[in-house]
Protein backbone atom coordinates (compact mmCIF):
# COMPACT_ATOMS: atom_id res chain seq x y z
CA UNK A 1 0.00 0.00 0.00
CA UNK A 2 1.37 3.32 -0.94
CA UNK A 3 1.81 6.46 1.50
CA UNK A 4 -0.78 8.64 -0.18
CA UNK A 5 -3.28 5.47 0.03
CA UNK A 6 -2.25 5.27 3.95
CA UNK A 7 -2.39 8.92 4.54
CA UNK A 8 -5.79 9.04 2.61
CA UNK A 9 -7.34 5.99 5.05
CA UNK A 10 -5.86 7.61 7.84
CA UNK A 11 -7.76 11.15 6.66
CA UNK A 12 -10.78 9.50 6.06
CA UNK A 13 -10.97 7.67 9.39
CA UNK A 14 -10.47 10.92 10.89
CA UNK A 15 -13.53 12.72 8.83
CA UNK A 16 -15.83 9.53 9.74
CA UNK A 17 -15.46 9.44 13.18
CA UNK A 18 -16.67 13.51 13.35
CA UNK A 19 -20.30 13.41 13.56
CA UNK A 20 -19.84 17.32 13.08
CA UNK A 21 -18.59 17.27 9.89
CA UNK A 22 -20.50 14.34 8.53
CA UNK A 23 -23.98 15.37 9.66
CA UNK A 24 -22.90 19.21 8.32
CA UNK A 25 -21.40 18.14 4.66
CA UNK A 26 -23.91 15.55 3.81
CA UNK A 27 -26.40 14.63 5.91
CA UNK A 28 -27.81 18.41 6.13
CA UNK A 29 -27.61 19.29 2.68
CA UNK A 30 -29.73 16.23 2.07
CA UNK A 31 -32.09 17.54 4.34
CA UNK A 32 -32.28 21.09 3.84
CA UNK A 33 -32.31 21.63 0.06
CA UNK A 34 -35.60 20.66 -0.82
CA UNK A 35 -37.29 22.63 2.67
CA UNK A 36 -34.93 26.04 1.11
CA UNK A 37 -35.56 25.21 -2.56
CA UNK A 38 -39.47 24.23 -2.51
CA UNK A 39 -40.79 25.46 0.38
CA UNK A 40 -40.98 29.54 -0.28
CA UNK A 41 -42.18 28.01 -3.91
CA UNK A 42 -44.62 26.09 -2.45
CA UNK A 43 -46.19 28.44 0.57
CA UNK A 44 -46.07 31.35 -2.38
CA UNK A 45 -47.60 29.60 -4.30
CA UNK A 46 -50.46 28.58 -1.81
CA UNK A 47 -50.69 32.04 -1.00
CA UNK A 48 -51.38 32.91 -4.34
CA UNK A 49 -54.15 30.02 -4.97
CA UNK A 50 -55.88 31.31 -1.68
CA UNK A 51 -55.67 35.38 -2.64
CA UNK A 52 -57.32 34.02 -5.92
CA UNK A 53 -59.96 31.59 -4.17
CA UNK A 54 -61.03 33.88 -0.98
CA UNK A 55 -62.80 37.23 -1.10
CA UNK A 56 -61.10 40.41 -0.36
CA UNK A 57 -61.66 43.66 0.84
CA UNK A 58 -60.94 46.83 -1.67
CA UNK A 59 -61.34 50.59 -1.46
CA UNK A 60 -63.35 51.67 -4.41
CA UNK A 61 -64.03 55.22 -5.07
CA UNK A 62 -66.37 56.87 -7.69
CA UNK A 63 -66.36 53.42 -9.67
CA UNK A 64 -69.52 53.11 -11.64
CA UNK A 65 -72.31 49.74 -10.60
CA UNK A 66 -71.46 47.69 -13.15
CA UNK A 67 -67.68 47.69 -12.61
CA UNK A 68 -68.69 46.81 -9.32
CA UNK A 69 -70.63 44.10 -10.46
CA UNK A 70 -67.42 42.65 -12.31
CA UNK A 71 -64.92 43.32 -9.01
CA UNK A 72 -67.80 41.09 -7.06
CA UNK A 73 -67.61 38.44 -9.51
CA UNK A 74 -63.62 38.22 -9.03
CA UNK A 75 -64.36 37.88 -5.85
CA UNK A 76 -63.50 40.81 -4.09
CA UNK A 77 -65.86 43.00 -1.75
CA UNK A 78 -65.69 46.62 -2.33
CA UNK A 79 -65.41 48.99 0.30
CA UNK A 80 -66.47 52.61 -0.24
CA UNK A 81 -63.43 55.01 0.48
CA UNK A 82 -62.64 58.95 0.50
CA UNK A 83 -58.69 57.97 0.35
CA UNK A 84 -57.81 54.83 -1.51
CA UNK A 85 -54.50 55.40 -2.04
CA UNK A 86 -53.47 56.73 2.26
CA UNK A 87 -55.61 52.99 2.85
CA UNK A 88 -53.42 50.86 0.90
CA UNK A 89 -50.44 52.66 2.17
CA UNK A 90 -51.59 52.32 5.57
CA UNK A 91 -52.82 48.38 4.73
CA UNK A 92 -56.30 49.34 5.96
CA UNK A 93 -56.93 47.37 2.81
CA UNK A 94 -54.77 45.38 0.23
CA UNK A 95 -55.42 47.47 -3.02
CA UNK A 96 -57.88 49.92 -3.88
CA UNK A 97 -59.31 51.39 -7.08
CA UNK A 98 -60.47 54.76 -8.16
CA UNK A 99 -62.44 56.08 -10.93
CA UNK A 100 -61.78 59.70 -12.57
CA UNK A 101 -62.66 61.08 -15.92
CA UNK A 102 -62.66 57.46 -17.61
CA UNK A 103 -59.38 56.33 -15.95
CA UNK A 104 -59.38 53.42 -13.07
CA UNK A 105 -56.40 53.59 -10.52
CA UNK A 106 -55.30 50.60 -8.94
CA UNK A 107 -53.51 51.19 -6.08
CA UNK A 108 -51.52 48.32 -4.40
CA UNK A 109 -47.92 47.94 -2.48
CA UNK A 110 -45.89 46.32 -5.35
CA UNK A 111 -42.89 46.05 -3.88
CA UNK A 112 -41.90 42.32 -3.50
CA UNK A 113 -43.92 39.93 -3.50
CA UNK A 114 -46.81 41.40 -1.13
CA UNK A 115 -50.30 39.58 -1.28
CA UNK A 116 -51.32 43.18 -2.19
CA UNK A 117 -49.58 42.83 -5.87
CA UNK A 118 -51.86 39.26 -6.06
CA UNK A 119 -54.91 41.42 -5.17
CA UNK A 120 -53.90 44.41 -7.75
CA UNK A 121 -53.46 41.47 -10.96
CA UNK A 122 -56.86 40.33 -9.54
CA UNK A 123 -58.65 43.76 -9.74
CA UNK A 124 -56.50 43.96 -13.43
CA UNK A 125 -58.14 41.29 -14.50
CA UNK A 126 -61.74 41.92 -13.23
CA UNK A 127 -61.24 45.52 -15.08
CA UNK A 128 -60.22 44.26 -18.34
CA UNK A 129 -62.53 42.47 -18.66
CA UNK A 130 -64.80 45.02 -18.12
CA UNK A 131 -63.35 46.82 -20.47
CA UNK A 132 -63.45 44.00 -23.12
CA UNK A 133 -67.34 43.75 -22.49
CA UNK A 134 -67.67 47.54 -22.60
CA UNK A 135 -65.69 47.42 -26.14
CA UNK A 136 -68.19 44.64 -27.13
CA UNK A 137 -71.19 46.39 -26.12
CA UNK A 138 -70.45 49.29 -28.46
CA UNK A 139 -69.60 46.96 -31.85
CA UNK A 140 -72.62 44.97 -31.40
CA UNK A 141 -74.61 48.36 -31.29
CA UNK A 142 -72.75 49.31 -34.06
CA UNK A 143 -73.38 45.99 -36.28
CA UNK A 144 -69.56 44.91 -35.86
CA UNK A 145 -68.32 41.90 -34.82
CA UNK A 146 -65.83 41.22 -32.22
CA UNK A 147 -63.72 39.12 -34.06
CA UNK A 148 -62.95 42.17 -35.62
CA UNK A 149 -60.68 42.74 -32.49
CA UNK A 150 -58.46 39.80 -33.15
CA UNK A 151 -57.38 39.71 -36.86
CA UNK A 152 -54.71 37.59 -35.67
CA UNK A 153 -54.23 35.07 -33.17
CA UNK A 154 -50.83 35.23 -31.24
CA UNK A 155 -49.94 31.71 -29.63
CA UNK A 156 -46.54 31.48 -26.95
CA UNK A 157 -44.81 28.24 -27.32
CA UNK A 158 -41.70 27.19 -24.64
CA UNK A 159 -39.12 26.00 -27.12
CA UNK A 160 -36.36 25.21 -24.46
CA UNK A 161 -34.74 21.97 -24.13
CA UNK A 162 -36.34 19.23 -22.47
CA UNK A 163 -33.24 19.50 -20.29
CA UNK A 164 -33.84 23.02 -19.49
CA UNK A 165 -37.59 22.49 -18.97
CA UNK A 166 -36.87 19.71 -16.54
CA UNK A 167 -34.37 22.17 -14.20
CA UNK A 168 -37.26 24.67 -14.85
CA UNK A 169 -36.42 27.63 -12.64
CA UNK A 170 -33.67 26.03 -10.59
CA UNK A 171 -31.30 25.52 -14.57
CA UNK A 172 -29.01 27.89 -12.93
CA UNK A 173 -28.97 27.07 -9.01
CA UNK A 174 -28.01 23.26 -9.85
CA UNK A 175 -24.52 24.30 -10.95
CA UNK A 176 -25.22 27.35 -8.18
CA UNK A 177 -25.02 24.74 -5.18
CA UNK A 178 -22.59 22.20 -6.89
CA UNK A 179 -20.25 25.06 -6.65
CA UNK A 180 -21.17 26.19 -3.10
CA UNK A 181 -21.25 22.59 -1.58
CA UNK A 182 -17.85 21.43 -3.64
CA UNK A 183 -16.22 24.56 -1.49
CA UNK A 184 -18.19 24.63 1.59
CA UNK A 185 -17.80 20.53 2.03
CA UNK A 186 -13.84 20.44 1.25
CA UNK A 187 -13.24 23.50 3.75
CA UNK A 188 -13.45 21.29 7.58
CA UNK A 189 -11.06 18.34 5.67
CA UNK A 190 -8.95 20.91 4.34
CA UNK A 191 -8.49 22.90 7.11
CA UNK A 192 -8.60 20.24 9.83
CA UNK A 193 -5.50 18.39 7.78
CA UNK A 194 -3.71 21.50 7.32
CA UNK A 195 -3.87 24.05 9.97
CA UNK A 196 -6.05 21.35 12.48
CA UNK A 197 -2.86 19.72 12.05
CA UNK A 198 -0.53 22.61 12.66
CA UNK A 199 -1.90 23.63 16.03
CA UNK A 200 -2.78 20.29 17.16
CA UNK A 201 0.70 19.57 17.03
CA UNK A 202 0.07 16.27 14.55
CA UNK A 203 1.84 17.74 11.25
CA UNK A 204 5.55 17.71 12.47
CA UNK A 205 5.65 13.92 12.97
CA UNK A 206 4.33 13.12 9.55
CA UNK A 207 6.33 15.55 8.12
CA UNK A 208 9.25 13.80 9.86
CA UNK A 209 8.25 10.00 8.51
CA UNK A 210 10.23 8.62 5.36
CA UNK A 211 7.13 9.79 2.92
CA UNK A 212 8.17 12.05 0.31
CA UNK A 213 6.01 15.75 0.38
CA UNK A 214 4.59 15.41 -2.93
CA UNK A 215 2.51 11.83 -1.67
CA UNK A 216 1.28 13.50 2.00
CA UNK A 217 0.01 16.33 0.25
CA UNK A 218 -1.83 14.26 -2.97
CA UNK A 219 -2.85 11.81 0.23
CA UNK A 220 -4.49 14.95 1.86
CA UNK A 221 -5.86 16.06 -1.39
CA UNK A 222 -7.40 13.05 -2.34
CA UNK A 223 -9.33 12.68 1.48
CA UNK A 224 -10.49 16.36 0.61
CA UNK A 225 -11.78 15.96 -2.68
CA UNK A 226 -13.50 12.69 -1.84
CA UNK A 227 -15.71 14.97 0.83
CA UNK A 228 -16.05 17.62 -1.10
CA UNK A 229 -17.91 15.60 -3.95
CA UNK A 230 -19.70 13.53 -2.30
CA UNK A 231 -21.12 16.69 -0.19
CA UNK A 232 -21.35 18.14 -3.61
CA UNK A 233 -23.03 15.06 -4.68
CA UNK A 234 -25.92 15.22 -1.60
CA UNK A 235 -26.40 18.78 -2.01
CA UNK A 236 -27.55 17.94 -5.58
CA UNK A 237 -29.25 14.80 -4.75
CA UNK A 238 -31.24 16.89 -2.10
CA UNK A 239 -32.55 19.60 -5.04
CA UNK A 240 -32.88 16.33 -7.25
CA UNK A 241 -34.89 14.55 -4.63
CA UNK A 242 -36.90 17.09 -3.28
CA UNK A 243 -38.14 17.86 -6.75
CA UNK A 244 -39.28 14.52 -7.18
CA UNK A 245 -40.94 14.34 -3.98
CA UNK A 246 -42.34 17.92 -4.00
CA UNK A 247 -44.01 16.95 -7.47
CA UNK A 248 -45.19 13.78 -5.98
CA UNK A 249 -46.69 14.78 -2.52
CA UNK A 250 -48.06 17.81 -4.20
CA UNK A 251 -49.14 16.83 -7.63
CA UNK A 252 -53.03 18.37 -7.38
CA UNK A 253 -51.51 21.63 -5.34
CA UNK A 254 -48.94 22.21 -8.25
CA UNK A 255 -51.79 21.64 -10.47
CA UNK A 256 -53.94 23.93 -9.53
CA UNK A 257 -51.04 26.90 -9.57
CA UNK A 258 -49.90 25.48 -12.70
CA UNK A 259 -46.85 25.99 -11.54
CA UNK A 260 -43.58 24.02 -13.54
CA UNK A 261 -41.47 23.65 -10.19
CA UNK A 262 -38.30 22.17 -11.97
CA UNK A 263 -35.68 21.39 -9.87
CA UNK A 264 -35.19 17.47 -12.03
CA UNK A 265 -32.49 16.40 -14.11
CA UNK A 266 -33.42 15.02 -17.26
CA UNK A 267 -29.41 14.50 -19.42
CA UNK A 268 -28.07 12.32 -21.75
CA UNK A 269 -25.95 9.54 -20.14
CA UNK A 270 -22.73 11.56 -21.35
CA UNK A 271 -24.04 14.78 -19.62
CA UNK A 272 -24.12 13.53 -16.41
CA UNK A 273 -20.49 12.30 -16.38
CA UNK A 274 -19.42 15.72 -18.26
CA UNK A 275 -21.07 17.27 -15.00
CA UNK A 276 -19.28 14.27 -12.38
CA UNK A 277 -15.73 15.21 -14.63
CA UNK A 278 -16.36 18.58 -14.47
CA UNK A 279 -17.05 18.88 -10.89
CA UNK A 280 -13.74 16.58 -10.09
CA UNK A 281 -11.43 18.71 -11.68
CA UNK A 282 -13.27 21.97 -10.18
CA UNK A 283 -12.83 19.91 -6.62
CA UNK A 284 -9.19 19.17 -7.78
CA UNK A 285 -8.49 22.59 -8.17
CA UNK A 286 -10.49 24.38 -5.17
CA UNK A 287 -8.82 21.99 -2.74
CA UNK A 288 -5.83 22.42 -3.84
CA UNK A 289 -6.23 26.41 -2.86
CA UNK A 290 -7.58 25.21 -0.10
CA UNK A 291 -4.65 23.22 1.34
CA UNK A 292 -2.24 25.74 0.31
CA UNK A 293 -4.32 28.47 2.12
CA UNK A 294 -4.61 26.00 5.19
CA UNK A 295 -1.07 25.13 5.54
CA UNK A 296 -0.39 28.78 5.25
CA UNK A 297 -2.25 29.49 8.81
CA UNK A 298 -1.43 28.93 12.28
CA UNK A 299 -4.76 28.19 13.48
CA UNK A 300 -7.91 26.70 12.49
CA UNK A 301 -9.49 30.03 13.11
CA UNK A 302 -7.39 31.56 10.82
CA UNK A 303 -7.48 29.27 8.08
CA UNK A 304 -11.07 29.70 8.25
CA UNK A 305 -10.93 33.47 8.37
CA UNK A 306 -8.40 32.84 5.19
CA UNK A 307 -10.78 30.89 3.28
CA UNK A 308 -13.99 33.10 3.74
CA UNK A 309 -13.20 35.71 0.58
CA UNK A 310 -12.61 32.29 -1.23
CA UNK A 311 -15.97 31.61 -1.21
CA UNK A 312 -17.26 35.54 -1.80
CA UNK A 313 -14.41 35.74 -5.05
CA UNK A 314 -17.16 32.87 -6.62
CA UNK A 315 -20.53 34.38 -4.96
CA UNK A 316 -20.60 37.17 -7.78
CA UNK A 317 -20.13 34.87 -10.96
CA UNK A 318 -22.28 32.32 -9.86
CA UNK A 319 -24.90 35.47 -9.22
CA UNK A 320 -24.14 36.66 -12.65
CA UNK A 321 -25.00 32.83 -14.34
CA UNK A 322 -28.52 33.76 -14.10
CA UNK A 323 -28.05 36.33 -16.39
CA UNK A 324 -25.76 33.97 -18.87
CA UNK A 325 -28.39 34.13 -21.25
CA UNK A 326 -27.91 37.75 -21.95
CA UNK A 327 -23.93 37.41 -22.20
CA UNK A 328 -22.75 37.10 -25.87
CA UNK A 329 -20.58 33.68 -24.83
CA UNK A 330 -16.64 34.61 -25.90
CA UNK A 331 -14.80 31.38 -26.53
CA UNK A 332 -11.78 33.17 -23.61
CA UNK A 333 -14.51 32.65 -20.67
CA UNK A 334 -14.33 29.23 -20.80
CA UNK A 335 -10.29 30.12 -19.64
CA UNK A 336 -11.16 32.12 -16.87
CA UNK A 337 -10.55 29.61 -13.79
CA UNK A 338 -13.77 28.57 -11.82
CA UNK A 339 -16.22 30.96 -14.14
CA UNK A 340 -15.27 28.43 -16.91
CA UNK A 341 -16.75 25.44 -14.84
CA UNK A 342 -19.71 27.90 -13.94
CA UNK A 343 -20.52 28.54 -17.43
CA UNK A 344 -20.51 24.83 -18.38
CA UNK A 345 -22.19 23.36 -15.56
CA UNK A 346 -25.06 25.60 -16.46
CA UNK A 347 -24.88 24.64 -19.78
CA UNK A 348 -24.64 21.25 -19.11
CA UNK A 349 -27.60 21.30 -17.02
CA UNK A 350 -29.37 23.03 -19.77
CA UNK A 351 -28.34 20.38 -22.33
CA UNK A 352 -26.89 23.53 -24.60
CA UNK A 353 -23.19 22.65 -24.05
CA UNK A 354 -20.88 22.32 -26.57
CA UNK A 355 -18.15 19.66 -27.28
CA UNK A 356 -15.31 23.06 -27.75
CA UNK A 357 -16.78 24.68 -24.44
CA UNK A 358 -16.02 21.05 -22.66
CA UNK A 359 -12.82 20.49 -23.80
CA UNK A 360 -11.55 24.23 -23.23
CA UNK A 361 -13.11 23.79 -19.45
CA UNK A 362 -11.42 20.53 -18.91
CA UNK A 363 -7.98 20.91 -20.24
CA UNK A 364 -7.95 24.62 -18.72
CA UNK A 365 -8.96 23.45 -15.22
CA UNK A 366 -7.15 20.33 -15.31
CA UNK A 367 -3.76 22.94 -15.97
CA UNK A 368 -5.21 25.46 -12.68
CA UNK A 369 -5.82 22.10 -10.48
CA UNK A 370 -2.07 20.72 -11.68
CA UNK A 371 -0.78 24.29 -10.96
CA UNK A 372 -2.44 24.77 -7.64
CA UNK A 373 -1.61 21.30 -6.34
CA UNK A 374 2.05 22.23 -7.21
CA UNK A 375 1.70 25.31 -5.06
CA UNK A 376 0.63 23.04 -2.52
CA UNK A 377 3.07 20.65 -2.66
CA UNK A 378 5.59 24.26 -2.18
CA UNK A 379 3.85 25.58 0.52
CA UNK A 380 4.55 22.20 2.99
CA UNK A 381 8.32 22.18 1.59
CA UNK A 382 8.71 25.99 2.74
CA UNK A 383 9.87 26.18 6.44
CA UNK A 384 8.49 29.72 6.88
CA UNK A 385 4.86 28.48 5.96
CA UNK A 386 5.17 25.18 7.76
CA UNK A 387 6.54 26.63 11.03
CA UNK A 388 4.94 29.44 10.49
CA UNK A 389 3.20 29.33 14.68
CA UNK B 1 25.45 7.80 14.96
CA UNK B 2 25.40 11.50 14.65
CA UNK B 3 27.55 14.13 14.05
CA UNK B 4 27.29 17.44 13.22
CA UNK B 5 30.19 19.85 11.52
CA UNK B 6 29.38 23.73 11.60
CA UNK B 7 25.96 22.96 11.60
CA UNK B 8 23.81 26.38 11.31
CA UNK B 9 20.84 27.93 10.52
CA UNK B 10 20.19 31.80 9.99
CA UNK B 11 17.16 33.88 9.08
CA UNK B 12 17.54 36.82 7.74
CA UNK B 13 20.01 38.47 10.52
CA UNK B 14 19.48 36.22 13.37
CA UNK B 15 21.47 33.33 13.48
CA UNK B 16 19.50 30.74 15.37
CA UNK B 17 22.60 27.98 15.30
CA UNK B 18 25.80 29.14 14.84
CA UNK B 19 28.55 26.65 13.92
CA UNK B 20 27.48 23.87 15.64
CA UNK B 21 30.23 20.69 15.73
CA UNK B 22 29.14 17.69 18.14
CA UNK B 23 29.15 13.96 17.79
CA UNK B 24 26.70 11.29 19.41
CA UNK B 25 28.27 7.61 19.80
CA UNK B 26 26.43 4.47 19.87
CA UNK B 27 24.44 3.57 23.41
CA UNK B 28 24.95 7.06 24.50
CA UNK B 29 22.69 9.67 25.46
CA UNK B 30 24.03 13.26 24.36
CA UNK B 31 22.13 16.41 26.73
CA UNK B 32 22.07 19.05 24.39
CA UNK B 33 21.11 21.74 27.13
CA UNK B 34 20.02 25.64 27.22
CA UNK B 35 17.82 27.91 27.88
CA UNK B 36 14.55 28.59 25.78
CA UNK B 37 15.15 29.65 22.68
CA UNK B 38 18.72 28.54 22.71
CA UNK B 39 18.48 26.56 19.25
CA UNK B 40 17.92 23.34 20.69
CA UNK B 41 15.02 23.00 18.83
CA UNK B 42 16.21 24.47 15.38
CA UNK B 43 18.86 21.84 16.04
CA UNK B 44 17.00 19.10 16.06
CA UNK B 45 14.99 19.92 13.20
CA UNK B 46 17.50 19.80 11.05
CA UNK B 47 18.92 16.78 12.26
CA UNK B 48 15.48 15.24 11.65
CA UNK B 49 15.62 17.17 7.88
CA UNK B 50 12.55 19.40 9.01
CA UNK B 51 14.82 22.56 8.56
CA UNK B 52 17.47 22.79 5.79
CA UNK B 53 20.65 23.79 7.34
CA UNK B 54 21.90 27.57 6.45
CA UNK B 55 25.49 26.41 6.63
CA UNK B 56 27.54 23.01 7.30
CA UNK B 57 25.61 19.86 7.82
CA UNK B 58 25.59 16.77 9.48
CA UNK B 59 25.44 12.53 9.40
CA UNK B 60 23.14 10.84 11.02
CA UNK B 61 23.36 6.97 11.27
CA UNK B 62 25.67 7.29 8.23
CA UNK B 63 23.47 9.47 5.97
CA UNK B 64 23.60 13.10 5.21
CA UNK B 65 21.16 15.29 5.93
CA UNK B 66 21.36 17.43 2.96
CA UNK B 67 21.76 14.59 0.71
CA UNK B 68 19.63 12.04 1.61
CA UNK B 69 16.62 12.98 4.27
CA UNK B 70 14.60 10.22 3.18
CA UNK B 71 17.30 7.92 4.75
CA UNK B 72 17.93 9.73 7.14
CA UNK B 73 14.10 9.92 8.69
CA UNK B 74 14.03 6.17 8.22
CA UNK B 75 17.06 5.93 10.52
CA UNK B 76 15.51 8.46 13.43
CA UNK B 77 12.73 9.04 15.52
CA UNK B 78 11.66 12.38 16.19
CA UNK B 79 9.77 13.46 19.97
CA UNK B 80 9.38 16.93 21.30
CA UNK B 81 7.13 18.69 23.90
CA UNK B 82 4.71 19.96 21.80
CA UNK B 83 4.36 17.21 19.03
CA UNK B 84 0.79 15.23 19.43
CA UNK B 85 -0.85 12.28 17.48
CA UNK B 86 -4.33 11.60 15.90
CA UNK B 87 -7.03 12.17 18.37
CA UNK B 88 -9.75 10.56 16.17
CA UNK B 89 -7.68 7.64 16.03
CA UNK B 90 -6.55 4.66 18.72
CA UNK B 91 -3.39 4.26 20.07
CA UNK B 92 -3.11 0.97 17.95
CA UNK B 93 -4.20 2.54 15.01
CA UNK B 94 -2.22 5.50 15.29
CA UNK B 95 1.27 3.14 15.38
CA UNK B 96 0.24 1.15 12.98
CA UNK B 97 -0.58 4.14 10.63
CA UNK B 98 3.02 5.48 11.29
CA UNK B 99 5.15 2.11 11.54
CA UNK B 100 4.15 1.53 8.30
CA UNK B 101 5.65 4.16 6.49
CA UNK B 102 9.04 2.25 8.28
CA UNK B 103 7.82 -1.00 6.72
CA UNK B 104 6.93 -2.67 10.16
CA UNK B 105 3.90 -4.35 9.06
CA UNK B 106 2.35 -7.47 9.86
CA UNK B 107 3.82 -9.66 12.31
CA UNK B 108 6.55 -7.45 12.64
CA UNK B 109 4.28 -4.84 13.34
CA UNK B 110 2.60 -6.81 16.26
CA UNK B 111 5.88 -7.86 17.34
CA UNK B 112 7.23 -4.05 17.41
CA UNK B 113 3.67 -3.33 19.20
CA UNK B 114 4.36 -6.02 21.69
CA UNK B 115 7.80 -4.81 22.38
CA UNK B 116 6.83 -0.81 22.98
CA UNK B 117 3.71 -1.26 24.81
CA UNK B 118 5.60 -3.34 27.22
CA UNK B 119 8.70 -1.02 27.27
CA UNK B 120 6.25 2.03 27.92
CA UNK B 121 3.66 -0.32 30.10
CA UNK B 122 0.69 0.84 27.82
CA UNK B 123 -0.80 -2.14 26.46
CA UNK B 124 -4.14 -1.18 27.79
CA UNK B 125 -4.43 2.08 26.56
CA UNK B 126 -3.96 0.87 22.98
CA UNK B 127 -7.58 0.46 21.39
CA UNK B 128 -8.41 4.33 22.86
CA UNK B 129 -9.21 7.05 21.21
CA UNK B 130 -6.36 9.42 21.97
CA UNK B 131 -8.78 12.00 22.49
CA UNK B 132 -9.85 9.55 25.58
CA UNK B 133 -6.30 9.47 27.03
CA UNK B 134 -4.22 10.92 29.90
CA UNK B 135 -1.89 13.59 29.01
CA UNK B 136 0.72 10.63 30.28
CA UNK B 137 -0.67 8.21 28.00
CA UNK B 138 -0.49 10.45 24.93
CA UNK B 139 2.80 11.49 25.50
CA UNK B 140 3.57 7.79 25.59
CA UNK B 141 1.96 7.02 22.32
CA UNK B 142 4.08 9.76 20.59
CA UNK B 143 6.88 8.24 21.63
CA UNK B 144 6.17 4.71 20.90
CA UNK B 145 5.53 6.37 17.82
CA UNK B 146 9.04 7.48 17.53
CA UNK B 147 10.53 3.98 18.43
CA UNK B 148 8.22 1.54 16.81
CA UNK B 149 10.53 1.20 13.70
CA UNK B 150 13.67 1.00 16.64
CA UNK B 151 15.80 3.72 15.05
CA UNK B 152 19.37 3.99 15.76
CA UNK B 153 19.25 7.52 16.49
CA UNK B 154 16.31 9.35 18.99
CA UNK B 155 15.81 12.98 19.36
CA UNK B 156 13.94 13.62 22.11
CA UNK B 157 13.48 17.97 22.54
CA UNK B 158 11.54 19.06 26.05
CA UNK B 159 9.79 15.51 25.81
CA UNK B 160 8.86 15.80 29.63
CA UNK B 161 7.00 19.35 28.89
CA UNK B 162 3.63 19.05 30.29
CA UNK B 163 3.86 15.50 31.95
CA UNK B 164 3.08 14.48 35.51
CA UNK B 165 5.65 13.20 38.25
CA UNK B 166 4.59 9.40 36.82
CA UNK B 167 4.96 10.11 33.68
CA UNK B 168 7.75 11.94 33.45
CA UNK B 169 9.55 9.26 35.42
CA UNK B 170 8.23 6.73 33.00
CA UNK B 171 10.13 8.59 30.56
CA UNK B 172 13.03 8.89 32.25
CA UNK B 173 13.45 5.26 32.39
CA UNK B 174 12.84 4.42 29.06
CA UNK B 175 15.93 6.84 27.96
CA UNK B 176 17.89 4.64 29.60
CA UNK B 177 16.63 1.50 28.56
CA UNK B 178 16.40 2.73 25.48
CA UNK B 179 20.08 3.60 25.63
CA UNK B 180 21.44 0.55 26.71
CA UNK B 181 20.12 -1.45 23.80
CA UNK B 182 23.16 0.58 22.07
CA UNK B 183 20.94 3.45 20.33
CA UNK B 184 22.49 6.88 20.50
CA UNK B 185 19.86 9.81 21.77
CA UNK B 186 20.09 13.39 22.18
CA UNK B 187 18.00 14.68 24.85
CA UNK B 188 17.25 18.53 24.49
CA UNK B 189 16.05 19.96 27.67
CA UNK B 190 16.06 23.36 29.78
CA UNK B 191 15.45 21.22 32.92
CA UNK B 192 19.05 20.13 34.32
CA UNK B 193 17.60 17.57 37.10
CA UNK B 194 16.71 15.61 34.01
CA UNK B 195 19.95 15.91 32.54
CA UNK B 196 22.25 15.08 34.99
CA UNK B 197 19.67 11.75 35.42
CA UNK B 198 20.49 10.00 32.44
CA UNK B 199 23.00 11.93 29.82
CA UNK B 200 26.36 11.17 29.34
CA UNK B 201 27.48 13.69 27.86
CA UNK B 202 26.11 16.82 27.49
CA UNK B 203 26.70 20.18 25.47
CA UNK B 204 25.77 23.68 26.38
CA UNK B 205 24.35 25.89 24.06
CA UNK B 206 23.39 29.53 24.06
CA UNK B 207 22.19 32.36 21.27
CA UNK B 208 22.71 28.65 18.95
CA UNK B 209 26.11 28.54 19.97
CA UNK B 210 27.92 25.63 21.60
CA UNK B 211 29.36 26.66 24.81
CA UNK B 212 30.79 23.66 26.61
CA UNK B 213 31.04 19.87 25.92
CA UNK B 214 32.15 16.98 27.98
CA UNK B 215 31.21 14.39 29.88
CA UNK B 216 28.84 15.02 32.48
CA UNK B 217 30.95 14.02 35.54
CA UNK B 218 33.25 17.63 34.28
CA UNK B 219 30.73 18.98 33.59
CA UNK B 220 29.41 18.58 37.29
CA UNK B 221 32.69 19.02 38.35
CA UNK B 222 32.64 22.77 36.76
CA UNK B 223 29.60 23.35 39.03
CA UNK B 224 30.77 21.74 42.30
CA UNK B 225 28.28 19.00 41.74
CA UNK B 226 25.55 20.95 40.38
CA UNK B 227 24.93 21.18 36.94
CA UNK B 228 22.73 24.28 36.61
CA UNK B 229 25.66 25.89 38.39
CA UNK B 230 28.31 24.52 35.68
CA UNK B 231 26.12 25.49 33.04
CA UNK B 232 25.59 29.59 34.63
CA UNK B 233 29.14 29.71 34.98
CA UNK B 234 29.85 28.52 31.86
CA UNK B 235 27.64 31.10 30.26
CA UNK B 236 29.38 33.87 32.70
CA UNK B 237 33.10 33.04 31.19
CA UNK B 238 31.80 32.45 27.48
CA UNK B 239 30.28 36.16 28.10
Not at chain 1, 5 to 11: D, F, H, L, P
Not at chain 1, 62 to 69: I, N, R, S
Not at chain 1, 91 to 100: D, I, M, S
Not at chain 2, 64 to 90: F, K, S
Amino acid sequence: MSAVVRIYIKEMLSVLRERRVIFTTLILPILLMPILMYGPLLFFGNAARQTQEKVQQVGVQDVPEAALQRLRQAKVEPIPTQSPEADVREQKVQAAVRFQGGTFTIYGRLSGATQSSLVVSKLETALRNYKDELVAQTLRTKGLSTEILEPVQIRTQDASRVQERAAGIFAFLIPYFLVIFILNGGQAVAIDSTAGEKEKGTLEALLAAPVPLSQIVIGKALATLTVALTAALAGVIGIVLGGTVVRGLFAPLLQRQNANIGGGLSLEPWAYGALLATSILFAALMVSVQLSLGVYARSYKEAQSLMAPLLLVFIIPLLMLQFSDFLTQQSWFYLIPAFNVMLLLDGLVKGSAQPWQVTLTWISTLAYAALALGLAVRSFRREDVVFRN
Amino acid sequence: MVETQNLSKRYRHFRAVDALSFRVGAGEVYGLLGPNGAGKTTTLRMLATLLQPSEGTANVAGYDIRQQPLEVRRNLGIVNGGMQVYERLTGREVLRFFASFYGVEGRLFDHRLEWVTHLLRMDDVLDKLVREMSTGMRQKTVIARAILHQPPVLLLDEATAGLDVFARRALLDFVLEYKSLGKSLIYSTHVMSEAEEVCDRVGFINRGKLVYEGTKDDALRLGNGNLERAFIRRLEEAA
